[in-house]
């Protein structure tokens, strides 16, 4: 069954970068993106690399292209999909529903 889980305030996640949570064994990568107009997008995917164990947070966030960089080899993962846009990575990451109340971030657990 889903649950809705609060995994961290907005103020804690800069824009244009991202920040992992590990949340009821679910390592997530939450992910912030500030729009054009000043408002921010947010994404949540699994933060572990498919193509090897590293923390997928750590890497870059390539806003325009709504991606992030795994820091190892250099994957990107579609932060709306999970699929990777470059290899060595083949395999998605999974994503999870992410939405903002006030200064919650709220992540939907499966």
């Not at 690399?49 to 947070?57: E, Q, T």
């Amino acid at each position: 069954m889903a649950s809705d889980v609060t995994v961290l305030q907005t103020r804690q996640v800069a824009p244009n970068s991202a920040r992992r949570v590990d949340i009821d064994g679910h390592r997530i990568a939450v992910v912030r993106i500030e729009n054009a107009d000043g408002s921010d997008s947010w994404y949540a995917i699994g933060d572990e690399c498919s193509h090897a164990d590293w923390s997928l947070s750590e890497g870059d966030v390539w806003a325009e292209e709504c991606e992030l960089e795994c820091p190892k080899h250099g994957s990107t993962f579609s932060l709306t999909t999970g699929a990777p846009q470059s290899l060595p990575a083949t395999q998605p990451v999974p994503v999870y529903d992410i939405r903002v109340d006030g200064n919650d971030v709220i992540v939907t657990l499966p």
